[in-house]
């Protein structure tokens, strides 16, 4: 069980989602070395004589709020993201954590909403800084007619332009 959480933190420490143990976030003086218990944690203890503080290695969260980290392991958390990116759609949290087991829904529908909030932040960010240049093609395939009422004063002028510059074909009865 530690052997599996240990690869899975560190493929999670090599995407950038949580960082390598260094030093003591609480302290800021001491190391952090490992203090794993068999509990399926993974966690880490500072070595400073005054701090002694533990730490989970999922509280070393670098791209999430630190208070999602808690509820996962580093197995789940993995699981977790692997099955959001490869979701078309939207994932069902109720039915994952019956899959993943240990995972209540409450901290999956928080991680879902954090990173839906944070993909439409990064999507409108490129979309802003994105910029058209040299030739453009427009399609127009989403051309529609509109019906206007004959009593409308509102566009009368608009209906009276079109009419002269496409007259309406007779058709004989």
């Known amino acids: ?18 960082e390598k143990p260094g030093r003591c976030p609480s302290c800021k003086r001491g190391q952090l070395y490992d203090h794993s218990c068999t509990q399926g944690y993974v966690s880490y203890r500072c070595n400073w004589n005054y ?13 999430l709020p630190k208070s999602l980290g808690r509820s996962f392991t580093a197995t789940s958390f993995l699981m977790t993201l692997r099955t959001y990116a490869a979701a078309s759609g939207a994932v069902d949290a109720v039915a994952l ?3 993943l087991g ?12 954090y990173l839906r909030a944070h993909e439409a932040q990064r999507g409108s960010e490129i979309n802003d800084s994105t910029r058209l240049r040299g030739h453009v093609e427009v399609d127009a395939h989403k051309v529609r007619t509109a019906w206007i009422s004959k009593k409308t004063t509102k566009y009368r002028n608009q209906v009276a332009a079109l009419q002269l510059k496409h007259p309406a074909p007779r058709i004989n009865s």
Do not use: W, Y
């Not at 701090?51 to 791209?63: D, G, V, Y």
């Not at 240990?102 to 909403?113: N, Q, S, W, Y």
């Open 1 to 18: 069980m530690i052997g599996d959480e240990r690869k899975s933190l560190t493929q999670l420490q090599n995407f950038g989602f949580l």
């Open 51 to 63: 701090c002694n503080r533990r730490f989970s290695a999922m509280n070393l969260t670098k791209a």
């Open 97 to 99: 954590s019956k899959t």
């Open 102 to 113: 240990g995972v209540t829904a409450k901290p999956l529908h928080r991680l879902f909403k």
